[in-house]
Structures are given as C-alpha cells and as structure tokens.
C-alpha cells in the first residue's frame, strides 16, 4: 500500500482519534506489508457497515500480534493459512491469507504442502476446501 493510499485508508476512517493511534498506524503499516491491495479492500467495505470492527481488525491482529517479535511473517502466515483451512469455513479469508502468504515469501509449494498437512488435523474435506481456494489463487496471480 503506497502512502497516498494510506493516507486515504486514514481519512475514510477519521471519524475517531482511534484511528490516530500507534496501534492503528502500525497495524495499517503491517496490513500493507502483508495483504496488499487486498487488505486495504476488507477494510475499505467494513467501514460502511461496521468501521469499528475494521478498527479493530487493522489495531489486535495487525497492530499487536503481527506485529510481535518471534516469528516473522512468513511464519504467521503459514499457520493462518493452516488455522483458516482448519476451520473449513472461512474461505474468503483464506484466500486473502494465501495471497499474504506468498506476498512474504511462502512458495506454491509450500501452500499446498500447508493443504496436505490439514488433512491429518482437520480432514480431508477441510483439506480439499484449503486446496481449491489455493487454486483460486494461483491462476488469480498466475503461478
């Protein structure tokens, strides 16, 4: 996300000194870094409806945990990914994740080995969903 961008991300939402905070700014930062385009989307089409939720989507996850050190991000993507196709019912999520993922760094590969390994945690239908959203977004970026 370019800074005009964020900077329109922070003007959609400056309704609330909220949005001023070290936390948000950090967790924007991250959500850049991380999901792109795709990111700024979910919380572009949050702030109609729920742009408290989108506060806190961009402030816990992206501005406080992603944000940690211990893992790096390659690392904390690769077990949403993992946690997301666990769940079997979050796959627009998912598919945002898997974008994230091979935006830092996660191979092909790697992803549907992530598919192969749900198998044995979740299932094979859980796998298969995880699969086929990771399909999805291989022929979306044509790899």
């Known amino acids: 996300m370019t800074r005009d961008r964020l900077e329109k991300v922070n003007a959609n939402c400056n309704q609330s000194n909220h949005y001023?905070?070290?936390?948000?700014?950090?967790?924007?930062?991250?959500l850049a870094e991380i999901d792109?385009?795709?990111g700024e989307q979910v919380?572009?089409?949050l702030k109609e409806i729920a742009p408290d939720l989108a506060q806190y989507i961009i402030e816990f996850p992206f501005?406080?945990?992603?944000?940690?050190?211990?893992l790096d991000l390659k690392s904390r993507e690769i077990a949403t990914?993992?946690?997301l196709t666990a769940?079997?019912?979050a796959q627009p999520q998912l598919k945002v994740?898997?974008?994230?993922?091979?935006?830092?760094?996660c191979t092909r590969a790697e992803i549907v080995e992530i598919m192969i390994q749900?198998?044995?945690?979740?299932?094979?239908?859980?796998?298969?969903?995880?699969?086929?959203?990771?399909k999805e977004v291989f022929t979306e970026r044509d790899i």
């Open 43 to 45: 919380i572009e089409s």
């Open 97 to 105: 994740h898997i974008h994230g993922a091979l935006n830092v760094g």
């Open 36 to 38: 792109g385009r795709a």
């Open 118 to 134: 749900m198998a044995v945690y979740a299932g094979f239908p859980a796998a298969l969903n995880g699969i086929f959203a990771a």
């Open 63 to 70: 501005g406080d945990i992603y944000s940690r050190p211990g």
């Open 81 to 83: 990914v993992a946690a």
């Open 87 to 89: 769940m079997g019912n």
């Open 20 to 30: 001023q905070s070290d936390r948000y700014q950090q967790g924007l930062r991250k």
